[in-house]
């Protein structure tokens, strides 16, 4: 909700607190990387989908968001 409404900072911060008390979480996680691009903080981005890349490991390759994140580890 708060990365829809253009306050990315804001939508990372809620995302990474909830990534703290609750690790692991593939929306969450997602949510952070995505919150961290739009906020302009590539490296942040990165390494927020990595960390998906490695919840996923063992998922569907073709699902959207690990292709997502491959996209965007690669830059």
């Known amino acids: ?3 829809d409404s253009g306050m990315a900072p804001e939508a990372l ?3 990474e607190a909830t990534l703290k ?3 692991h979480r593939f929306g969450a996680t ?3 990387a995505r919150s961290a691009l739009k906020g302009g903080d590539a490296a942040k981005a990165r390494a927020h989908y990595a960390a998906l890349l490695e919840l996923a490991a063992e998922a569907d390759p073709v699902r959207p968001e690990v292709a997502e994140a491959h996209a ?3 830059r």
């Open 1 to 3: 909700m708060l990365l």
């Open 13 to 15: 911060a809620a995302f």
């Open 21 to 23: 008390k609750e690790p």
């Open 30 to 32: 997602i949510g952070a």
């Open 72 to 74: 965007n580890v690669a």
